[in-house]
């Protein structure tokens, strides 16, 4: 059941999430020069589409679908990150599709990086939480597909809501790092304040 503060979650993840896209959106496109720019822009492209689906799951009622979508949601945000760092042999591997993520390397190599004071890490780990068995379709995502002894979806309307966030950040985050490479300072400092804005939203 979509509950009435599940619906304002999603009314106001998409709110912000169309905010960005506008703000991505170039007429001529991105300016791509290297292999590291086109993944960047292909990375924006699919973490885009894949909140966008798991919103629409969520608002569909379909939260075994939008729960699993968490996945690409991390590898995203991950990949993305590790592109606009400019390691030469990660994009190696990813041009020749040999890359793995390293779950307990890369967010702290990030964090690093970007001076992020642990906090890419922390989400990280937020999402990961999630991922393990509700993702896989392990134990956590059967337990949740009874009501009683009726099969109907059972899933906890703060644990919906947190995933609604933890896309909507993850998508702030991509977007930082593409305005940064592709853009201005202007249109960084607008990310920023629309991230202040959603979070200052959430209870």
Not at 91 to 106: G, L, N, P, S, V
Request: charged share 25%.
């Amino acid at each position: 059941m979509v509950t009435d503060h599940i619906t304002e979650a999603l009314r106001v993840s998409s709110e912000f999430a169309n905010k960005l896209d506008d703000l991505v959106a170039r007429p001529s496109g991105f300016p791509i020069k290297t292999d590291g720019d086109w993944m960047l822009a292909s990375q924006r492209a699919i973490n885009a589409s894949v909140h966008n689906s798991l919103l629409t799951l969520f608002r569909d009622n379909f939260p075994a679908g939008a729960f699993s979508l968490l996945r690409p949601v991390c590898e995203t945000l991950v990949r993305v990150h590790l592109i606009a760092m400019g390691d030469p042999q990660v994009i190696e591997e990813m041009r020749t599709d040999k890359f793995r993520t390293k779950f307990f390397k890369h967010p702290e190599k990030v964090d690093n990086h970007f001076q992020l004071g642990g906090d890419f890490k922390s989400l990280y780990d937020q999402i990961m939480n999630f991922m393990h068995s509700a993702v896989h379709m392990g134990m956590e995502q059967m337990k949740r597909q009874f009501k009683g002894n009726d099969l109907e979806p059972n899933y906890p309307e703060h644990e919906i809501i947190a995933v609604i966030n933890m896309s909507t950040v993850a998508k702030f985050l991509v977007t930082a790092r593409v305005i940064e490479r592709f853009q201005t300072d202007a249109e960084q400092q607008v990310v920023l304040a629309l991230l202040r804005e959603f979070t200052s939203l959430q209870p």
